[in-house]
Nanobody
Framework: QVQLVESGGGSVQAGGSLRLSCATAGYTYSSYCMGWLRQAPGKEREVVASICTRGASSYYHNSVKGRFTISQDNAKNTLYLQLDSLKPEDTAMYYC?????????????????WGQGTQVTVS
């Protein structure tokens, strides 16, 4: 059974940092496209960053370039998202997602496996 479990969310003041983690199990991590998406109340779910587990290529939404960093530890089958210089508009539920399809993922429709989400609140 494929599982994605996020952790690391919380409440921080503007300018602060958080590190989200996504522990994965039940599939071959090294053959998937992985991503972080977020959804704020009343807004569409959007891809924040995605990465190809088979290589080093990555994608970032324009709004987070230079502030967020996606990374992975293939030995631990874990995906990370470092959030720096946080802004109130970054407040959202953040989801880890995966898909066996081609990399990179740019839209929520590019992902078929989802975690339960972790809340990030920036005040």
């Amino acid at each position: 059974q494929v599982q994605l479990v996020e952790s690391g969310g919380g409440s921080v003041q503007a300018g602060g940092s958080l590190r989200l983690s996504c522990a994965t199990a039940g599939y071959t991590y090294s053959s998937y496209c992985m991503g972080w998406l977020r959804q704020a109340p009343g807004k569409e779910r959007e891809v924040v960053a995605s990465i190809c587990t088979r290589g080093a290529s990555s994608y970032y939404h324009n709004s987070v370039k230079g502030r967020f960093t996606i990374s992975q530890d293939n030995a631990k089958n874990t995906l990370y998202l470092q959030l720096d210089s946080l802004k109130p508009e970054d407040t959202a539920m953040y989801y880890c997602a995966a898909d066996p399809g081609p990399c990179l993922g740019y839209d929520k429709s590019d992902f078929s496996i989802w975690g339960q989400g972790t809340q990030v609140t920036v005040s």
